[in-house]
């Protein structure tokens, strides 16, 4: 990423992520090994979208990452066009809409906006795609809704593959599988579940090598740039945590009373999406199976 997005002794880089966070990891040793400034905010600021406008004004800020939710909510704020000393933003976590990068260049249009993908599973940041660039080599296609997440970063391997592990062609959808360097050894205690996810290396052959089976689904752009299609699970993102639906639904079937349940992601309000569970009483279980089917279909 360094020799991609190089840092320099004029940049400050705003580190505002709790260190539960992967993200925080970048942070804080991007600046601290290539003698750029460390900028720390204050607690809690990252839940402030005008407070972190503010932070970057006050600062100075040159390089700053953000969720696409917490983006569109510093959008919102007419203050956002006063943060003319950002040189580049990079935004992770989430999809990110084509919609919303429009928005913020008409208003920072200098500004260089990176979208980044990467599971923990894969040491932060697996692929990246400079958003100016989108379409650049592909002046036929239309926008897409969704950014790309582009291309493997160095020491880093990304396949998009079928069922049997092998290559989906250009335009094909298939499973995402992400391999090199910056993987992770498996899950602690967990090796039923490192056995599921960290596969053999089928597409390599190398010797002990492996695959990660991210549980995403995407393509490949002819142009060799992945597109991000969505979970081939029940599995969300909100706010930037994994949320596995299943397992809430799980928890609330035990509970005394409930004879099914569904929970699925409101998006009501854009800016503030919600998880909601509807949940059916004991007292009309004749109809349960019914009415999760119907949330079910909801919900797909």
């Known amino acids: 990423m360094n020799r991609a997005f190089p840092l320099t002794a004029d940049d400050r880089v705003l580190q505002k992520t709790p260190i539960s966070f992967d993200a925080s990891v970048w942070e804080f040793y991007a600046p601290l090994l290539t003698g750029a400034q460390l900028v720390m905010a204050a ?15 006050d600062q100075g800020i040159t390089t700053l990452q953000l969720v696409p939710t917490m983006l569109e909510a510093m959008l919102d704020e007419p203050l956002m066009r006063h943060c003319t000393t950002l040189r580049r ?6 999809a990110l809409p084509t919609h919303l990068v ?3 260049k008409s208003v920072l249009p200098k500004l260089e906006i990176i979208n980044l993908y990467g599971p923990t599973e894969a040491a932060i940041d697996a692929t990246y795609w400079r958003c100016h660039d989108d379409n650049a080599s592909q002046p036929s296609q239309p926008s897409p809704v969704m950014q790309p997440i582009g291309k493997s970063i160095d020491n880093m391997r990304a396949y998009v593959l ?14 995402l599988y992400l391999g090199g360097a910056g993987l992770a050894r498996g ?16 597409i390599t052959g190398r010797p002990n090598s492996r695959l990660y089976k991210t549980g995403d689904r995407a393509r490949l752009r002819h142009d060799g740039a992945i597109e991000f299609l969505g979970r081939a699970d029940h599995q969300v993102k909100l706010r930037g945590h994994r949320i596995e ?3 809430i639904e799980a928890v609330l079937a035990k509970q005394p009373g409930i004879a099914a349940c569904v929970v699925v992601v409101r ?20 109809h ?13």
């Open 43 to 57: 607690p809690g600021i990252q839940r402030s979208p005008r407070e972190l406008i503010q932070a970057v004004i």
């Open 89 to 94: 933003l990079f935004c992770g976590g989430e």
């Open 102 to 104: 429009q928005r913020l």
């Open 162 to 175: 079928d069922g049997q592990m092998q290559p989906q062609p250009a335009g094909v959808p298939g499973n």
């Open 187 to 202: 899950y602690l205690h967990q090796p039923d579940l490192t056995a599921d996810r960290f596969v053999p290396d089928t």
């Open 245 to 247: 639906l299943g397992e």
């Open 267 to 286: 998006e009501d309000d854009p800016l503030n999406p919600l998880l909601a569970a509807y949940v059916v009483p004991a007292a009309t279980s004749d």
């Open 288 to 300: 349960a199976g019914d009415a999760a089917n119907a949330a079910e279909h909801d919900r797909l």
